[in-house]
């Protein structure tokens, strides 16, 4: 496995094997050799090994020895592996909607990928972004996502990166919004009383600490007008109704 910061390498296993020391170089030519790891036998028959000083786009070239009771081996073969660049970050973060209780947000594809990483923050500083929600692509050109975990009033830091073959980006530039108000609840226990030929009082819960309450009226349960609004109180009474009329009242919480 070759990555833009990372190569895994594997070998056989030698009985008796006290250690193995594993050594990198630039160029593979003498002189240019570094010892980079002690590697302590695990006991299986393939002995693993994962280097994650590398850098991108970089050739680089590996070697070992191993150490038994019987003393020090020859080198073994010398192997190469060219790092690939490292994955840029996707482009083209939005919010496609912010609601009270969802952000949705979209970004261009990255192709191919294996997935993306979106990651959320209340200040947008270094150290405050969450662990981030795994997303695999979807086959289209613009990928999104929901998120449905956010709270009324409350400003959103997010910020993607995207693991192909080649190991996984930076983040991206991060975009920023606040959540709206939740919507107040409707009140409650709406009736009418007290009804006579040109007026009826109207009565109510207050559901949530509010400042007042708009009443239209219709006729016919479809047309809605003639608002009346009142402030923080729980009854009101409406007059200049006609005569055997029906009337439909609805009422809404303003704040």
Do not use: C, H, M
């Not at 910061?5 to 170089?25: C, P």
Request: net charge negative; charged share 10%; proline share 7%.
């Amino acid at each position: 496995n070759v990555l833009a910061n990372e190569i895994d390498l594997s070998w056989n296993v030698i009985n008796g094997a006290i250690s193995y020391k594993l050594r990198r170089s630039p160029t593979g030519l003498t002189g240019t050799w570094t010892t980079i790891s002690n590697v302590v036998p695990t006991g299986i028959t393939s002995q693993p090994y994962q280097d994650k000083t590398v850098s991108p786009s970089t050739q680089y070239f590996y070697e070992e020895y191993v150490t038994t009771s019987a003393g020090i081996s020859p080198y073994s073969n010398v192997v190469s592996a060219t790092t690939p660049a490292t994955p840029i970050a996707p482009t083209g973060l939005a919010f496609s909607k912010v609601a009270y209780n969802e952000v949705d947000l979209t970004w261009n594809a990255v192709t191919p990928s294996v997935s993306y990483l979106l990651q959320r923050s209340l200040t947008g500083l270094a150290n405050s972004w969450s662990a981030g929600v795994t997303i695999l692509p979807s086959g289209n050109a613009t990928e999104s996502y929901q998120d449905t975990t956010v709270s009324p009033s409350t400003a959103y830091f997010y910020q993607i990166s995207v693991t192909t073959s080649a190991g996984t980006s930076a983040p991206s530039a991060s975009i920023n919004t606040t959540t709206p108000a939740a919507p107040l609840a409707a009140p409650g226990a709406f009736t009418a009383t007290n009804i006579q030929s040109n007026q009826a009082t109207l009565n109510w819960t207050e559901s949530s600490t509010v400042t007042g309450f708009t009443i239209e009226e219709s006729t016919d349960d479809a047309t809605w007008g003639n608002p009346v609004t009142v402030g923080n109180v729980t009854t009101t009474t409406i007059t200049g109704l006609a005569p055997s009329q029906t009337y439909y009242f609805e009422i809404s919480a303003t704040n």
